[in-house]
């Protein structure tokens, strides 16, 4: 008999696992509370332990990099408080040379693997009960209201940063949660700030407020907008884009200008807190948490995408290689995951500062620092400039 297990979440942890656990034999049945899949999405770097994952899972070639080709001249741009723009560091920079892509590129490439997988759209859990060789889940119907008992051999809770699941099994938000004291507004521009290259990225970072332009090999930009604000409660009422607009008066800029004028265009939007969610176990009995409900890094780290990937397919190897024994699979696919999850969580606060900087002080300093880097790192060799760098993740020149 098939063991079956409830995924909730259809984003990229649920997805992962859905494809794992399939892989270790285990038949998924995903519920997602949204009424469709959705969509699009933010700017994603995924670093190496992601591709990788993405490779694991089987979903390399169906999600290519928009990386834009290396420009001789510079593709980031950093814009300072005189509004004098210079060659600057970027994302894709970073060590690991992250592969650019949507977060609904990634989805997408999820969901073509999980062809047979039952999903239930509309549909969240309302209670959750262990008994001795089963969990029985009460699942509520989000248009009908209609509600519904079903038993599962697991539950896998990936339903994001403030996961039902969670609540419902290990206790209120507010035990995980940690306030990180800051706001972010994540969307996707219709053009490219004037006078940029297409697939330039932008950056102006000042003291407790920053505006990243991501640019892209094969797609319009994708902006964000990060502020940090100990009155996060505050943040949430009122109009988003009058909010936004006040918080960035005063950075008399035409790219944050631009960008401003764009969010009240853009179809939809990203607004939400910044925290980090921390726990000491991701399981408890027949219940998992994987991505952003066990262990939300937050964008700083850029790692969340990249984690949420090799979450899902590490837990389907622990459930291979430990066919007949749930406790053991879950603890030791937590053994093997923790010490990547706590790193990166750790340096997610430096690169906060990096994102969006604590104060002039800060600001100052990674300026002189991100400056220092370049500057050692000096040139790319001439073969590298305009190289390919929109790619199938599987390595395929496209
Ligand atoms: C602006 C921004 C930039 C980022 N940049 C990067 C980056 O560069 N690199 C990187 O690796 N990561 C990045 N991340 C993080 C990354 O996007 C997330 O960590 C990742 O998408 C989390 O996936 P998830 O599946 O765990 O959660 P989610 O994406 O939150 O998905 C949860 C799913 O569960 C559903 N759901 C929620 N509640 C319920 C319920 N009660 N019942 C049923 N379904 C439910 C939701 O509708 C959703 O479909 C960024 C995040 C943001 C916001």
């Given at each position: 008999m098939r063991k079956r297990a409830l995924v909730v979440g259809l984003g990229i942890a649920g997805m992962s696992a859905a494809i794992g656990l399939r892989r270790a034999g285990w038949t998924p049945v995903i519920v997602e509370r949204a009424p469709k899949r959705r969509t699009g999405g933010y700017f994603v770097g995924l670093f190496p332990e992601g591709r990788q994952a993405a490779v694991d899972l089987g979903i390399a070639d169906h999600l290519h990099a928009r990386n834009p080709q290396r420009a001789a001249r510079a593709n980031s741009w950093s814009v300072d408080r005189r509004g004098r723009r210079r060659p600057a560091l970027g994302f894709?920079?970073?060590?690991?040379?992250p592969a650019a892509v949507l977060r609904g590129d990634i989805e997408a490439a999820l969901w073509q693997n999980i062809t047979g997988v039952e999903v239930r759209f509309g549909t969240t859990p309302v209670a959750i009960t262990e008994g001795p060789a089963e969990v029985q889940v009460l699942l509520g119907t989000t248009g009908t209201g209609a509600q519904y008992r079903e038993s599962f051999d697991m539950v896998v809770?990936?339903?994001?940063?403030?996961?039902s699941v969670r609540r419902i099994v290990?206790?209120?938000d507010e035990d995980y949660l940690t306030t990180w004291n800051a706001m972010i507004c994540a969307f996707q521009l219709k053009?490219?700030?004037?006078?940029?290259?297409?697939?330039d990225s932008i950056i102006i970072a000042h003291a407790k407020r920053a505006v990243w332009v991501f640019g892209l090999a094969d797609h319009s930009p994708t902006a964000l907008l990060t502020y940090r604000t100990t009155d996060i409660q505050e943040q949430?009422?009122?109009s988003r884009v009058q909010r936004l607009r006040s918080v960035f008066s005063?950075?008399?800029d035409p790219v944050a200008r631009h960008v401003l004028d764009s969010l009240e265009e853009a179809p939809d939007h990203l607004f939400d807190s910044v925290h980090q969610v921390r726990m000491p176990?991701?399981?408890n009995g027949r219940a998992v948490l994987v991505g952003d409900a066990a262990?939300?890094?937050?964008?700083?780290?850029?790692m969340g995408a990249t984690s949420s990937l090799r979450g899902g397919a590490a837990l389907g190897a622990a459930l291979l290689e430990h066919p007949d024994d749930l406790t053991a699979a879950l603890a030791a696919w937590e053994t093997g995951l923790r010490p990547f999850i706590t790193k990166h969580q750790r340096t997610a606060r430096l690169k906060q500062q990096m994102f969006v900087p604590s104060s002039r002080r800060a600001e100052a300093l990674r300026s002189v620092l991100l400056g220092l880097v370049r500057r050692i790192r000096g040139r790319r060799p001439a073969t590298e400039a305009g190289g390919p760098r929109t790619r199938a993740l599987s390595g395929t020149p496209r």
């Amino acid at each position: 008999m098939r063991k079956r297990a409830l995924v909730v979440g259809l984003g990229i942890a649920g997805m992962s696992a859905a494809i794992g656990l399939r892989r270790a034999g285990w038949t998924p049945v995903i519920v997602e509370r949204a009424p469709k899949r959705r969509t699009g999405g933010y700017f994603v770097g995924l670093f190496p332990e992601g591709r990788q994952a993405a490779v694991d899972l089987g979903i390399a070639d169906h999600l290519h990099a928009r990386n834009p080709q290396r420009a001789a001249r510079a593709n980031s741009w950093s814009v300072d408080r005189r509004g004098r723009r210079r060659p600057a560091l970027g994302f894709l920079d970073q060590p690991g040379e992250p592969a650019a892509v949507l977060r609904g590129d990634i989805e997408a490439a999820l969901w073509q693997n999980i062809t047979g997988v039952e999903v239930r759209f509309g549909t969240t859990p309302v209670a959750i009960t262990e008994g001795p060789a089963e969990v029985q889940v009460l699942l509520g119907t989000t248009g009908t209201g209609a509600q519904y008992r079903e038993s599962f051999d697991m539950v896998v809770g990936a339903d994001g940063m403030r996961s039902s699941v969670r609540r419902i099994v290990f206790g209120p938000d507010e035990d995980y949660l940690t306030t990180w004291n800051a706001m972010i507004c994540a969307f996707q521009l219709k053009q490219q700030v004037p006078s940029y290259e297409a697939s330039d990225s932008i950056i102006i970072a000042h003291a407790k407020r920053a505006v990243w332009v991501f640019g892209l090999a094969d797609h319009s930009p994708t902006a964000l907008l990060t502020y940090r604000t100990t009155d996060i409660q505050e943040q949430f009422s009122g109009s988003r884009v009058q909010r936004l607009r006040s918080v960035f008066s005063g950075m008399d800029d035409p790219v944050a200008r631009h960008v401003l004028d764009s969010l009240e265009e853009a179809p939809d939007h990203l607004f939400d807190s910044v925290h980090q969610v921390r726990m000491p176990r991701w399981s408890n009995g027949r219940a998992v948490l994987v991505g952003d409900a066990a262990w939300c890094m937050n964008l700083y780290s850029g790692m969340g995408a990249t984690s949420s990937l090799r979450g899902g397919a590490a837990l389907g190897a622990a459930l291979l290689e430990h066919p007949d024994d749930l406790t053991a699979a879950l603890a030791a696919w937590e053994t093997g995951l923790r010490p990547f999850i706590t790193k990166h969580q750790r340096t997610a606060r430096l690169k906060q500062q990096m994102f969006v900087p604590s104060s002039r002080r800060a600001e100052a300093l990674r300026s002189v620092l991100l400056g220092l880097v370049r500057r050692i790192r000096g040139r790319r060799p001439a073969t590298e400039a305009g190289g390919p760098r929109t790619r199938a993740l599987s390595g395929t020149p496209r």
